[in-house]
C-alpha cells in the first residue's frame, strides 16, 4: 500500500533524479559535441544538421549515467531527511527499514526498467543512425556544400574551390588538390562543372580542364586536358566507402547470434560480453540505490550527522565502476568469466539487502544504537 510519506519522498526522488540526470546529459553532451564543430566550421553544415547529428548520442549517455545519478539522488534525498530530522521522526513514528527505502526501491526498479529500455532497444537504434548520419556526412553530404570562393576541405586527403556557382548548379573555376593515392597527387582544373547525385558518392562532371601531376621518377610536370572528365567525392578515391557497424549498433540477437560470415571467430567473445553487459547494467542502479539505503539508514543515529559513511558510500561506487570495467576487458579476453558481469551487477545489491533487512538478530543491534543516542 502507497502511503502519503512514499508519495512525499519519491516525488522528491523523482524531481531530484530528472534534474540531476538532465544536468549530466546536458554537460556531457556539450563536452561531447566539441569534436562534431569542425564539420560546422570547415565544412559549412548547419546548426540543425549539427544538432541532429550529436542529438543521437544522448540515449547514450543516459544509459551510462542513469545508475550514477540514482545513487546519487537516494543519497542526498536521505541524507537531507536524515539532516532535518525526518528519518528520525519517521522512525519514531514505527516506521521500519523496507518502509523507510520503499520510495528509494522504487525509483530504482524505474531506473532498472529505463536502462533495460535504453540499452536494449534505443541505444543501439540511436548509435546506429549516429554512425550512418555521421558516415554519410563526411563522405557524401560534404561535397554538396561547397561554398563560393572557399577552399572546403571535403575529405582529409581532398580540397575543392570553386570561384562562382549559378543559380542552375553549375560551378565556376574549380580548383581541386587530390590526394587521395600517394603517389599521384593531382592537381585538377577545370572552366566548370556540375556536381551529380543519385550513387553512393556524388560525383562532380568537369567540363573544359586539365589534370596536372608530377611524376615522383622524374621530377616532371605531367598534363592531360579533357573536354569532359567525371570524378568521385570518395574519401579513399575508390567509389562508395564500406561502413563497418560497430558492436554497440548491433541488435541484442545480433550479439548473442552472430553471422559466421560477417564476424571473426576472435571477435565473437566481444560480442557475447556486450550482450551480458546490456542486460546486466540495468542491476546496478539497483544496487547502486541499496549502497546509498545502506550509507544513510544503517549505524548509529548522531546529532550532527557524519561524513564517514557517506564517503565510504562513494568510494564503493567508484570502486564498483572501476571494477565493472575491468570485469568486461577480463572477459572479453576469458569468456569464461562472463558470468563475473552479473556478480559484479546483481551481488552488491544483495549484500545491501542483506545488512538492510537482516533477520531480527542483527535490526535490534542497529536501533539500540539509535535509541541510545537519543533523538537529538
Given amino acids: 500500500m502507497i502511503t502519503q510519506i512514499d508519495r512525499y519522498v519519491l516525488r522528491q526522488?523523482?524531481?531530484?533524479?530528472?534534474?540531476?540526470?538532465?544536468?549530466?546529459?546536458?554537460?556531457?553532451?556539450?563536452?561531447?559535441?566539441?569534436?562534431?564543430?569542425?564539420?560546422?566550421?570547415?565544412?559549412?553544415?548547419?546548426?540543425?544538421?549539427?544538432?541532429?547529428?550529436?542529438?543521437?548520442?544522448?540515449?547514450?549517455?543516459?544509459?551510462?549515467?542513469?545508475?550514477?545519478?540514482?545513487?546519487?539522488?537516494?543519497?542526498?534525498?536521505?541524507?537531507?531527511?536524515?539532516?532535518?530530522?525526518?528519518?528520525?521522526?519517521?522512525?519514531?513514528?514505527?516506521?521500519?527499514?523496507?518502509?523507510?527505502?520503499?520510495?528509494?526501491?522504487?525509483?530504482?526498479?524505474?531506473?532498472?526498467?529505463?536502462?533495460?529500455f535504453l540499452n536494449i532497444w534505443v541505444v543501439p537504434s540511436s548509435y546506429g543512425a549516429f554512425r550512418e548520419y555521421q558516415f554519410e556526412i563526411r563522405n557524401r553530404m560534404a561535397a554538396f556544400l561547397l561554398q563560393e570562393g572557399v577552399f572546403t576541405p571535403v575529405s582529409d586527403d581532398m580540397t575543392v574551390y570553386i570561384r562562382s556557382r549559378d543559380q542552375d548548379g553549375t560551378?565556376?573555376?574549380?580548383?581541386i588538390d587530390d590526394a587521395r593515392q600517394k603517389n599521384a597527387h593531382a592537381t585538377i582544373l577545370a572552366e566548370r562543372g556540375r556536381l551529380v547525385g543519385g550513387g553512393e558518392v556524388p560525383r562532380l562532371l568537369l567540363l573544359n580542364g586539365s589534370r596536372q601531376e608530377i611524376d615522383r621518377q622524374t621530377g616532371r610536370l605531367n598534363m592531360l586536358t579533357f573536354t569532359e572528365n567525371s570524378l568521385d567525392l570518395a574519401q579513399n578515391g575508390k567509389g562508395a566507402e564500406q561502413r563497418l557497424r560497430d558492436f554497440t549498433e548491433m541488435s541484442l540477437d545480433e550479439l548473442l547470434h552472430p553471422d559466421p560470415a560477417a564476424v571473426s571467430s576472435r571477435d565473437a567473445p566481444k560480442l557475447l560480453v556486450e550482450a551480458h553487459r546490456r542486460l546486466s547494467a540495468p542491476f546496478t542502479a539497483a544496487s547502486f540505490a541499496l549502497v546509498a539505503l545502506v550509507s544513510v539508514l544503517t549505524g548509529a543515529f548522531r546529532r550532527h550527522?557524519?561524513?564517514?559513511?557517506?564517503?565510504?558510500?562513494?568510494?564503493?561506487?567508484?570502486?564498483?565502476?572501476?571494477?565493472?570495467?575491468?570485469?568486461?576487458?577480463?572477459?572479453?579476453?576469458?569468456?569464461?568469466?562472463?558470468?563475473?558481469?552479473?556478480?559484479?551487477?546483481?551481488?552488491?545489491?544483495?549484500?545491501?539487502?542483506?545488512?538492510?533487512?537482516?533477520?531480527?538478530?542483527?535490526?535490534?543491534?542497529?536501533?539500540?544504537?539509535?535509541?541510545?543516542?537519543?533523538?537529538?
Avoid at 17 to 38: C, H, N, Y
Avoid at 340 to 358: D, R, T
Wanted: proline share 6%; hydrophobic share 60%; aromatic share 8%.
Fill in 171 to 175: 560551378l565556376h573555376g574549380i580548383l
Fill in 13 to 116: 526522488l523523482l524531481v531530484a533524479l530528472v534534474a540531476s540526470t538532465g544536468g549530466l546529459v546536458a554537460l556531457i553532451w556539450l563536452t561531447q559535441s566539441l569534436r562534431f564543430i569542425e564539420l560546422v566550421v570547415n565544412r559549412g553544415l548547419s546548426i540543425l544538421v549539427f544538432l541532429k547529428l550529436t542529438g543521437l548520442l544522448i540515449p547514450s549517455f543516459i544509459a551510462v549515467i542513469l545508475p550514477i545519478t540514482t545513487y546519487v539522488v537516494v543519497q542526498f534525498c536521505y541524507q537531507r531527511l536524515a539532516g532535518d530530522r525526518e528519518l528520525t521522526v519517521m522512525r519514531a513514528a514505527g516506521l521500519s527499514p523496507w518502509a523507510l527505502s520503499r520510495p528509494a526501491l522504487a525509483l530504482a526498479a524505474l531506473a532498472v526498467a529505463a536502462c533495460f
Fill in 305 to 376: 550527522g557524519g561524513l564517514l559513511r557517506p564517503v565510504l558510500a562513494v568510494l564503493t561506487i567508484v570502486g564498483l565502476l572501476a571494477l565493472g570495467l575491468a570485469v568486461s576487458n577480463l572477459a572479453a579476453r576469458v569468456p569464461v568469466l562472463i558470468p563475473l558481469i552479473w556478480v559484479h551487477a546483481i551481488a552488491p545489491g544483495l549484500i545491501c539487502a542483506w545488512m538492510l533487512y537482516a533477520p531480527s538478530r542483527l535490526q535490534p543491534t542497529i536501533f539500540a544504537r539509535f535509541s541510545l543516542a537519543g533523538p537529538g
